[in-house]
């Protein structure tokens, strides 16, 4: 199975920017996607944005398009999420996700906690 190891979360200003990194392990082979989500409390989690492995086509959330950037390094099996002009609202923790054979995000990361002052 594959296994996912985060960083890259902590203590910013709002309007300040931060890059979360994800690497992938074990069977990569078979990875489809790798994504992003976040949960704040009391909220649902929140799909941020992902990444198709196959041709790198990404998709974002109305929420943050236009701020955040989903890149990959292939060679590494990494993704990024690079954030930029965080707001408070985008406080929550951040969860790496991957896909293995199918569409559906059945692989996660430990999380990582985002704070975002005001």
């Known amino acids: 199975q594959v296994q996912l190891v985060e960083s890259g979360g902590g203590l910013v200003q709002a309007g300040d920017s931060l890059r979360l990194s994800c690497a992938a392990s074990?069977?990569?082979?078979?990875?489809?996607?790798m994504g992003w989500f976040r949960q704040a409390p009391g909220k649902e989690r929140e799909y941020v944005g992902g990444?198709?492995?196959?041709?790198?086509?990404?998709y974002y959330a109305d929420s943050v398009k236009g701020r955040f950037t989903i890149s990959r390094d292939n060679a590494k099996n990494t993704v990024f999420l690079q954030m930029n002009t965080l707001k408070p609202e985008d406080t929550a923790v951040y969860y790496c996700?991957?896909?293995?054979?199918?569409?559906?995000?059945?692989?996660w990361g430990q999380g990582t906690q985002v704070t975002v002052s005001s």
């Open positions: 990444i198709r492995w196959n041709d790198a086509l990404t």
């Open positions: 074990g069977r990569t082979f078979s990875m489809r996607r």
């Open positions: 996700a991957a896909a293995i054979q199918t569409s559906t995000y059945d692989v």
